[in-house]
């Protein structure tokens, strides 16, 4: 029987004083988090973060990343570049997270 996968979901809504470089060097700088924290090593199974298609509740980027396990969620959360990421974002946007287990085929 196929383990369910940690599914991470984040939707980021940047602050409306948010100069437009920052927001896109934020985004530069996510598309390869999952690789600056270990990726498929450190059980980063799936990663992809890009701008939303529907801002009418104004969520600029989304994020959904599948963890092979809670284990491997938890030492992203732990890891320096995600701290550093954390740290960036923290005084230009807000977000809402959302994890769940569900089935992952790659």
Known sequence: MEQNK???????SFKPDT?????????????TLDKDCGGEEAG?????VNWNLDLRK???????????????FKAF????KHKEMADIIKGVADWQIGDLYLPFND
């Open 44 to 48: 980063i199974i799936f990663w992809k």
């Open 6 to 12: 940690l599914w991470h979901v984040v939707l980021i």
């Open 58 to 72: 104004n969520v600029d980027l989304v994020e959904i990343a599948v963890f092979e396990n809670n284990d491997a």
């Open 77 to 80: 959360q732990a890891h320096p």
């Open 19 to 31: 100069p437009e470089t920052v927001k896109q060097e934020i985004c530069n700088r996510y598309q």
